[in-house]
Structure formats: C-alpha cells, structure tokens
C-alpha cells in the first residue's frame, strides 16, 4: 500500500505561483508513475501532468503545458508540481496519484492509477 498527501495549496492572485508537493508514505514511490489530476465543481476529472518511475519521461495536459512543471525526488519519496503563470481556471482541487507499469501511452487517464492522496485547492483569483 502506498499513501499520498498532498500539500502546498492555497489562494493566489492569476500570474502568482505555487509549488505542490506529493509525499508518499507506506512503501518507496520510486517505483511508480506519479500523476496529477485536478477537478473543480461540474467538472469531470482532468489529467495535468505524469512523470515516470525514473523521471526520464514527462506528460502534459494541454491547458497546462509550458506553464507547470512536474518533478520527484525518489530520496525524499515526494513528487512535486510547480505552477507558474496561474490562471482562474486552474481553480480546482488537486490530487497526486501513483500507479505501477503505467504505459506511457496511458498516463493521462485516472483508471490507470492504483492509489490516490485527499487532494489539495488551487484558488487562483482574477
């Protein structure tokens, strides 16, 4: 079993920044493919960003691309996702999850993640 919490969420004005941490607890993350999702109210579940056991390879949704980063520390089993030039619509809740043999091809879809954290908002004010 492997636990995540998310942490480093909170209100930021549209153009700020904010670094998102996912720290794994219960078993080593550096086995596994770390993803980030987000949701907001009505809307369904989206796919931000994907980084590979080794981070050799990285994934992006579009509306994030160029403007997120996703990073892990497999010494410190925590995954990080830095926002940068926030928008309004980035408001949602975030939630980090792991998943193991996640083919690359897959990264972006929920079902292929075997465990997840509680989430963290993202207010991001116009």
């Known amino acids: 079993q492997v636990q995540l919490a998310e942490s480093g969420g909170g209100s930021v004005q549209a153009g700020g920044s904010l670094r998102l941490s996912c720290a794994a607890s219960g078993r080593t993350l550096s086995r596994y493919t770390v993803g980030w999702f987000r949701q907001s109210p009505g809307k369904e579940r989206e796919f931000v960003a994907a980084?590979?056991?080794?981070?050799?390879?990285?994934s992006y949704g579009d509306s994030v691309r160029g403007r997120f980063t996703i990073s892990r520390d497999n010494a410190k089993n925590t995954v990080y996702l830095q926002m940068s030039t926030l928008k309004f619509e980035d408001t949602a809740v975030y939630y980090c999850a792991a998943g193991h043999d996640v083919l690359a091809a897959m990264r972006r879809y929920a079902s292929e993640y075997n465990y997840w954290g509680q989430g963290t908002q993202v207010i991001v004010s116009s």
């Open positions: 980084i590979s056991w080794s981070a050799e390879h990285t």
